[in-house]
């Protein structure tokens, strides 16, 4: 008999275990943004090597490694899904790599070399990734059939604790690179995600500990309805939002480094780096959702909003709007014209739309038909996209180079490159859609 409660309570009211999700939730996206938002500027500017002495990686060997690094945070998911529904149970995944996660960070403090940085990206990618399907699906769990109208509104908290903890991590972060170094800056992501999983632990006799499915996972998975369902996903995902990924994850890499040649100085009010501008995410987000769904998607569809296939359509055009904008600014910044940091506003603006009308949209279609017992199976398949698409990204810095080593796609041509690769992409995906709203 187990010493966790397997069902929720017969309760209206809110569930015992959620302060403890939404608090763990919090402090582990801090870690996460905060230690993603100076990773391109670490390998850049700080890495060491066994002798101490400076030993930097190129832009575009920095750019690789970051999206490689974030490719793989997304495969990881898979491993979660299964240990989670087909073994341990999501409680026990999300805690045991959640120390792995932890570990991660504590190579990123204590090792600035190559090895020190391989190490603890290879640790963070498998906790962080292997969480990931689990976070939210653990969340239901805590829900009865007498409190589900209490879940909505723990969703938006849940969504709120996120985006505030990358907000506030991707302000702070940089400035401790700035002034402290790579410990202290990759220390104090360590220590909140140490927090997080302290937080969670607490929580674990105020849980509802859904059991695995055992077996019955596989026989789900394999089953025709499964086959038709993952299938379903993995087209959508890996064919065509996998693209928007390979661009939108690049705010985190070209654009800090283009940023980086851009003036810091907002009209003489306050100065930011490269790395802070990326808090315009998170924060765009809390602004562009309810302004979206409140002000924009009630003059479609006779007050219901464009359908969720048209809203993955509108987003793959404006993706690429952005990075036209970013290879004018690289053509501008190669005339030595001086750019200040704040005209990065106007394709954050851009791509955080794209991502409001993707992202969110994708989860709702995908979760939506998932069999309940293949959720956390679902999920990850989608998640597959988005490690192709950072894959994608990092084996273009990569493997077009000249014979001398330097990237081929330079300047503008390399943000037109993948501007014009989303815009195939988003044709390709005009035809296929139609057949999706017919099913």
């Keep these: 008999m187990s010493r966790y409660r397997e069902i929720p309570e017969a309760t209206s009211g809110m569930p015992r275990g959620i302060p403890y999700i939404i608090g763990n939730e919090a402090a582990e996206r801090f870690s996460f943004y905060g230690m993603r938002s100076i990773l391109v500027a ?28 974030m490719g793989t945070s997304y495969l990881t998911p898979v491993l979660g899904a299964v240990l989670a529904d087909r073994f341990i149970g999501k409680y026990r995944t999300i805690l045991a790599l959640s120390i792995v996660y932890c570990l991660g960070h504590l190579a990123l403090a204590l090792d600035e070399t190559r090895m020190g940085l391989f190490i603890g990206l290879g640790l963070i990618a498998l906790g962080a990734g292997g969480i990931k399907p689990c976070v939210s699906a653990h969340v239901g769990d805590q829900f009865g059939p007498m409190n589900q109208h209490q879940l909505s509104r723990v969703y938006g908290w849940f ?20 002034r402290y170094g790579p410990q202290v800056a990759f220390g104090v992501p360590g220590l909140l995600m140490l927090l997080a999983t302290l937080v969670f632990y607490s929580g674990r006799h105020r849980f509802v500990h859904r059991p695995p499915a055992g077996p019955a996972f596989c026989r789900e998975i394999f089953s025709d309805e499964g086959r038709r369902v993952l299938l379903r996903v993995a087209l959508v995902s890996w064919l065509f939002i996998a693209m928007f990924w390979a661009l939108f994850d690049q ?89 200040s940091l704040f005209w990065l506003v106007i394709p954050y603006v851009l791509i955080t739309s794209a991502e409001v009308l993707v ?32 894959y994608f990204a990092g084996g273009v810095n990569l493997l077009l180079t000249d014979d001398a080593g330097e990237p081929l796609l330079q300047g503008a041509n390399y943000y037109l490159f993948f501007a014009g690769l989303m815009v195939l992409v988003a044709l390709a995906f005009l035809p296929y859609s139609r057949r999706l709203e017919r099913a």
Aim: aromatic share 14%; proline share 5%; net charge negative.
């Design 42 to 69: 670490f390998m850049t500017t700080h890495l060491l090597d066994s002798s101490g002495a400076l030993a930097t990686m190129s832009e575009g060997e920095a750019k690789a490694v970051f999206h490689i690094f």
């Design 159 to 178: 969504y709120m604790s996120i985006n505030l903890g990358a907000l506030i991590s991707m302000l702070l972060t940089p400035v401790l690179l700035e």
């Design 251 to 339: 705010i985190s890499s070209a654009w800090v480094i283009q940023g980086e040649r851009m003036e810091g100085d907002f009209f003489g009010l306050f100065s930011l780096s490269s790395s802070q501008m990326q808090f315009l995410n998170p924060l765009l987000i809390l602004l562009l959702i309810p302004f979206f769904s409140r002000v924009i998607f009630p003059r479609f569809g006779g007050g219901a909003g464009p359908s969720l296939i048209a809203r993955l359509r509108i987003g793959f055009f404006i993706a690429p709007i952005a990075f036209a904008v970013s290879a004018y600014y690289e053509t501008l910044l190669g005339r030595d014209i001086a750019l």
């Design 359 to 390: 992202s969110p949209t994708a989860l709702e279609l995908f979760y939506r038909d998932a069999p309940e017992s293949m959720k956390s199976a679902v999920m990850s398949v989608y998640f597959i996209g988005v490690s192709l698409g950072n």
